[in-house]
């Protein structure tokens, strides 16, 4: 129902077709059918109804985090077997959004949320430069392991303490890059009552890893970084109680969308399994 009178539309359709130069309707014989510049003109109205209906389904898709783009950081050696599952899991429930993954090291990652280069992240947690731009929630916590060569003596071990790496050569995370990680290890030494040898150090874990495996000393990595594990390298649980750390999501309050909240709902439901 357009609830106006017969002469209105016709007027209408008249202003119409004055406004456009050709007669929309052949009104010959009591009879009203569409001409031919008619026909074409009814046709491209709809179409254009429709991506009108279209603009407005998608609009309020976007507001229900339905549809958009969503780019993800996350540091190798802090995402285990889960962090496959759960981008996979988004995809499959959010097929309109378009996600992005960039492996960042977690100061990186922090810098990159701020400037709106990536949308949340999975890093350790919030430096205090970063805490207050920075919004972050606990998502794991991650035991941390000895890295040894499987020549290594303890290698055959399942568990070590830190005493027993007191003379060992240390590669460490490069602080600049992961202190968190840095500063744990620091730590657990310290508790041990010694203070670590730095053999070297790497920007990220999987070159970590590679100074391991070419016989430059012992790390202390996270277990999600046995992902990144070499054939001549095996990881090996510590028993400390305090051997363990953080994962967390985050994200700039400055730069939330709809669809980072459904992400951000989904990896909820994750940490609650």
Known sequence: MLH??????????????EEIG?????????????TSHGELFLEDARSILAAADK???????SLNGEIGTLTIGFCIGGTGAFFPSLIKDFRNR???????????????????????????????????????????EHF???????????????????????????????????????????????SLCAEAGFSPRINATATVSPG????????EGIAILPEGAQAISREEVVFVPLVEHSASIDLVIAWAPLHETPVLHSFLKLARLRTRK
């Open 4 to 17: 106006v009178s017969q002469s209105a539309i016709s007027e209408q359709v008249r202003d119409l077709e």
């Open 22 to 34: 050709v007669p929309l309707f052949n009104r010959q014989n009591r009879r009203i059918r569409l």
């Open 55 to 61: 603009a407005i389904a998608n609009v309020q898709r």
């Open 94 to 136: 959010f097929k309109d959004v378009q996600v992005s993954l960039v492996e960042m090291a977690p100061v990186m990652q922090q810098q990159a949320l701020q400037t709106g280069k990536i949308d949340i992240g999975f890093t350790r947690p919030m430096q205090p430069n970063h805490s207050m731009a920075l919004r972050s």
């Open 140 to 186: 794991r916590t991650e035991r941390l392991c000895a890295v040894l060569h499987q020549s290594h003596r303890l290698a055959r071990r399942h568990k070590i303490s830190m005493l027993e790496l007191a003379e060992e050569r240390f590669i460490l995370n490069d602080r600049n890059y992961s202190p968190a990680v840095f500063d744990k290890v620091i």
């Open 208 to 215: 970590v890893v590679a100074l391991v495996e070419a016989g």
